[in-house]
């Protein structure tokens, strides 16, 4: 059974900081990855897809890397801002729907 | 522009009365989901239909029940709520249920509040 663990659960970080997410994942025969953005109280964002023959996907201050051997992905954001503070879910899909970490809480400090 | 849409965005209930709760798409997917997210939790998958078909999680509630009367719409039923079953609900659609190429829209999400 797939398993998707996001480390660390809670980041603080000052504006204009670059800094990097974690997840992983036990099953490595993925299709995709995919981040998405949560505010608090809100529903899902997606930010960026990955499929499984990609190595990294790039939107504006966001980038995702994807090893799938290692069963590892990185969500990079350069430059953090306030308004970046969100939880962010990593969330694999392979041979079933969406399987989901619980999240990087990440507070940036103006 | 909307293409998954969820209402109503807040719903209040009572211990043990039942509610439903609404999703529609225009994206003609043939999946939907329904995910249960509890605070500071994962997004856990409760259902999804594959057209008509109609895929239990295992360890989903029997107090959870789902309908699908047409390609656009899918509701979830909580038969008996209780405490425990206050949580944020999202739906999703997709066009196929796993594969590369391919991806899930989500809806806005139904926050649930039992009393």
């Known amino acids: 059974k797939q398993e998707v663990t996001q480390i660390p659960a809670a980041l603080s970080v000052p504006e204009g900081e670059n800094l990097v997410l974690n997840c992983s994942f036990t099953d490595s025969a993925i299709y995709n990855l995919q981040w998405f953005r949560q505010d608090p109280g809100k529903g899902l964002t997606s930010l960026l897809l990955?499929?499984?023959?990609?190595r990294e996907q790039t939107s504006g201050r966001l980038n995702a890397s994807l090893d799938k051997s290692s069963g590892r992905s990185t969500l990079y954001i350069a430059a953090s801002q306030p308004g970046d503070s969100a939880t962010y879910l990593c969330?694999?899909?392979?041979?079933?729907?969406?399987?989901f970490g619980k999240g990087t809480r990440l507070s940036v400090i103006a | 522009d909307a293409m998954v849409i969820q209402n109503p965005r807040y719903q209040v209930t009572q211990f043990g009365k039942p509610v439903t709760l609404s999703c529609s798409q225009t994206l003609n997917h043939n999946v939907m989901y329904w995910y249960q997210q509890k605070s500071s939790q994962a997004p856990k998958l409760l259902f999804h239909y594959y057209d008509k078909d109609f895929n239990n999680e295992a360890d989903t509630p029997d107090n959870f029940q789902s309908r699908r009367p047409n390609t656009s719409f899918c509701f979830l039923d909580i038969r008996s709520p209780g405490l425990g079953d206050a949580a944020m609900y999202l739906c999703a659609t997709s066009r196929v249920v796993s594969g590369g190429g391919d991806t899930q829209y989500f809806g806005p999400g139904t926050r649930l509040t039992v009393l």
């Open positions: 969330a694999v899909r392979g041979n079933t729907p969406l399987v």
């Open positions: 990955i499929q499984s023959s990609q």
